[in-house]
């Protein structure tokens, strides 16, 4: 059974830091792209940061780039290194996995079958 463990989410203040960390298991994830998605309440959930398969490419969303950086840590497990945090970053934060999303593309939801139960981040003003 495929399990997705996300960690490190909390309640910081604008300009602070804070990593994420997702361990998967009951299977390997060597040849699947892991990534990270978001979501406010009552919103869809929107494309944070991807890597495709160990030692692949890297995608972010425009509104991370640059602060944000996902780093495969060894074949199933995903960290993001989130820098210089604001408010609108608040929302709970899903690791996922997937196969497909290395053909239809690192930020489509649809490419990825496995998901986490999510973390919370809030950012205080």
């Known amino acids: 059974q495929v399990q997705m463990v996300e960690s490190g989410g909390g309640l910081v203040q604008t300009g602070s830091s804070l990593r994420l960390s997702c361990e998967a298991s009951?299977?390997?994830?060597?040849?699947?792209?892991m990534g990270w998605f978001r979501q406010v309440s009552g919103n869809d959930r929107e494309f944070v940061a991807a890597?495709?398969?160990?030692?692949?490419?890297i995608v972010y969303a425009d509104s991370v780039r640059g602060r944000f950086t996902i780093s495969r840590d060894n074949d199933n497990t995903v960290a993001l290194e989130m820098n210089n945090l604001n408010p609108s970053d608040t929302a709970v934060y899903y690791c996922?996995?997937?196969?497909?999303?290395?053909?239809?593309?690192?930020?489509?939801?649809?490419?990825?079958?496995?998901w986490g139960r999510g973390t919370q981040v809030t950012v205080s003003s």
């Open positions: 890597s495709a398969r160990s030692g692949g490419n």
């Open positions: 009951g299977r390997d994830f060597r040849s699947y792209a």
């Open positions: 996922a996995a997937g196969f497909s999303a290395q053909v239809m593309g690192l930020s489509k939801i649809k490419g990825y079958d496995y």
